[in-house]
């Protein structure tokens, strides 16, 4: 079964510091895997994807997997920041787009 | 830009009442979903469908049931609300068979009282 697991429920960082959003995930071949993020008032959006090998935002995020892990970093937080964000996980090769599986998210809150 | 658009932000129904939400995507996008986002538990798939007229179980579909008659509209519906059913849905759409990009509606606050 496909699992992804997002251990902070809650994080709050210093404006300025650096910020890290952990997932885990656990699946057996080499799955997909993406952040998404909902700001207050808008609707959720997808942030990034780690096929793609991007940053945005200033967010990157490197799939271990040796560690299971597709934790989203950036180095410097700001006030605009602060938001919901999920991991999610897509097995591939499967049709239907049926089997995106979401982590339960963190809120992430950056202090002034 | 792909817009997906549900029909109410807020809705406050009874218990036991008969609950559709719409849900309205521009892009001739073949999927779409609806999810429900609790405190705790995340995104959870309810319901989904891949053509009109076609639809599959996602991980909580009991309670609810769906309608995709035009590729564009994909209706949640609610036959008999109960207040553990109280959420916000999201609809979301994408285009294709593989795991693309997902496009997301601003959600429907359903309380039920």
């Known amino acids: 079964a496909q699992r992804v697991t997002q251990p902070e429920k809650l994080l709050s960082v210093f404006k300025g510091a650096p910020v890290e959003l952990k997932c885990n995930y656990s699946y057996s071949g080499s799955p997909e895997l993406f952040w998404y993020v909902q700001y207050s008032r808008q609707r959720l959006q997808l942030l990034l994807r780690?096929?793609s090998r991007e940053s945005i935002k200033g967010f990157t995020a490197d799939l271990n997997k040796g560690e299971t892990s597709f934790h989203l970093k950036k180095p410097f937080a700001q006030e605009e920041d602060s938001a919901m964000y999920y991991c999610?996980?897509?097995?591939?090769?499967?049709?239907?787009?049926?089997?995106?599986?979401f982590g339960t998210g963190t809120r992430l809150t950056v202090i002034p | 830009d792909v817009k997906v658009t549900q029909s109410s932000r807020y809705l406050v129904k009874r218990t036991g009442e008969k609950v559709f939400l719409e849900c309205v995507q521009d892009?001739?996008?073949?999927?779409m979903f609806w999810y429900r986002q609790d405190p705790g538990l995340g995104l959870r798939l309810i319901y989904f469908s891949y053509d009109v007229k076609m639809k599959e179980k996602g991980d909580i579909p009991e309670g609810y049931s769906v309608s995709r008659e035009k590729k564009e509209r994909f209706s949640l519906i609610l036959e008999s609300a109960s207040t553990n059913q109280t959420s916000m849905y999201l609809c979301?759409?994408?285009?294709?068979?593989?795991?693309?990009?997902?496009?997301f509606g601003s959600g429907t606050q359903l309380s039920v009282l």
């Open positions: 780690h096929i």
């Open positions: 999610a996980l897509s097995p591939p090769g499967e049709t239907g787009a049926n089997n995106l599986f």
């Open positions: 979301a759409s994408s285009f294709g068979q593989t795991n693309e990009k997902l496009f």
């Open positions: 892009m001739d996008h073949e999927n």
